[in-house]
């Protein structure tokens, strides 16, 4: 009888042993569930990136001496200052303003894919993410010389010259719209505010001296924020 009842227990055990690594079991398969908006998150920021690496090769295709290159985070193309403007000028030289003026083409021809507007032409070939642009930011950056007022008035015309330069070449550019139905092109300047390597030497000096393009995405808070992404960019392609 003593053994018998061992027995009970040990019976009595297993079966909670069982009921526990079941439940484990069920926790382990939620944890493998891919997070549909995390998903989602990680093919804009993919599709974000092959985007700039596109415009910033067909930009060295025709201009292969221009210093540009992908910011750390995959987000802007940097276009080193001094290859744009003379130094200390917010105009463009003439022979920059062609540079321009082409990437004003190129992206011309890469946005309406990403946006909006009478110009959008979306289909899952050329954006199969349903990646959306909210803003392309022509940034304005400058070194740490001079006073933090000169640095300021100096990058914010820089970057309005090459808006309106941009916008003189490629006058539909300003048609891409954002889920707000904004245009997505648009302005702003830093100064001396975000180095992107050393103003202690020239060669530093002379990188942070950049206008940055960067592509801000829209990022929604849910998923029923991606299904309004994705309702939008279909309609766009449904049109006759």
Same mark, same amino acid.
Request: hydrophobic share 40%; glycine share 6%.
């Given at each position: 009888?003593?053994?018998?009842?061992?027995?009970? =227990?040990?019976? %009595?055990?297993?079966? *909670?042993?069982?009921? +526990?690594?079941?439940? @484990? $079991?069920? /926790?382990?398969?939620? &944890?493998?569930?891919?997070?549909?908006?995390?998903?989602?998150?990680?093919?804009?920021?993919?599709?974000?990136?092959?985007?700039?690496?596109?415009?910033?090769?067909?930009?060295?295709? =025709?201009?292969? %001496?221009?210093?540009? *290159?992908?910011?750390? +985070?995959?987000?802007? @193309? $940097?276009? /080193?200052?001094?290859? &744009?403007?003379?130094?200390?000028?917010?105009?463009?030289?003439?022979?920059?303003?062609?540079?321009?003026?082409?990437?004003?083409?190129?992206?011309?021809?890469?946005?309406?894919?990403?946006?909006?507007?009478?110009?959008?032409?979306?289909?899952?070939?050329?954006?199969?993410?349903?990646?959306?642009?909210?803003?392309?930011?022509?940034?304005?950056?400058?070194?740490?010389?001079?006073?933090?007022?000169?640095?300021?008035?100096?990058?914010?015309?820089?970057?309005?010259?090459?808006?309106?330069?941009?916008?003189?070449?490629?006058?539909?550019?300003?048609?891409?719209?954002?889920?707000?139905?904004?245009?997505?092109?648009?302005?702003?300047?830093?100064?001396?505010?975000?180095?992107?390597?050393?103003?202690?030497?020239?060669?530093?000096?002379?990188?942070?001296?950049?206008?940055?393009?960067?592509?801000?995405?829209?990022?929604?808070?849910?998923?029923?924020?991606?299904?309004?992404?994705?309702?939008?960019?279909?309609?766009?392609?449904?049109?006759?």
């Amino acid at each position: 009888r003593a053994l018998e009842d061992v027995i009970d =227990d040990l019976e %009595d055990q297993i079966e *909670e042993k069982n009921k +526990e690594i079941e439940d @484990l $079991r069920a /926790q382990l398969a939620s &944890l493998k569930q891919l997070d549909p908006l995390e998903t989602y998150l990680a093919r804009v920021s993919t599709a974000r990136r092959e985007v700039l690496t596109r415009l910033r090769d067909a930009i060295l295709a =025709d201009f292969p %001496d221009l210093k540009v *290159e992908l910011s750390e +985070e995959s987000d802007a @193309l $940097r276009f /080193q200052g001094e290859g &744009l403007f003379a130094s200390g000028s917010p105009d463009l030289t003439r022979e920059k303003a062609a540079i321009v003026s082409k990437l004003a083409e190129r992206l011309d021809e890469i946005l309406p894919c990403f946006t909006l507007g009478a110009a959008s032409s979306f289909d899952e070939t050329c954006n199969p993410a349903f990646a959306m642009v909210e803003a392309v930011q022509i940034e304005g950056h400058t070194d740490d010389r001079g006073t933090d007022q000169i640095n300021r008035s100096l990058s914010s015309e820089r970057a309005n010259s090459t808006f309106f330069a941009m916008t003189g070449a490629a006058k539909g550019v300003m048609r891409h719209l954002n889920l707000k139905r904004q245009p997505v092109l648009s302005v702003a300047a830093y100064g001396p505010d975000r180095p992107v390597t050393t103003n202690d030497t020239p060669e530093g000096r002379a990188t942070n001296r950049r206008i940055d393009l960067r592509f801000i995405m829209v990022t929604p808070q849910d998923t029923g924020g991606i299904q309004v992404i994705r309702d939008a960019l279909q309609a766009v392609g449904e049109r006759p």
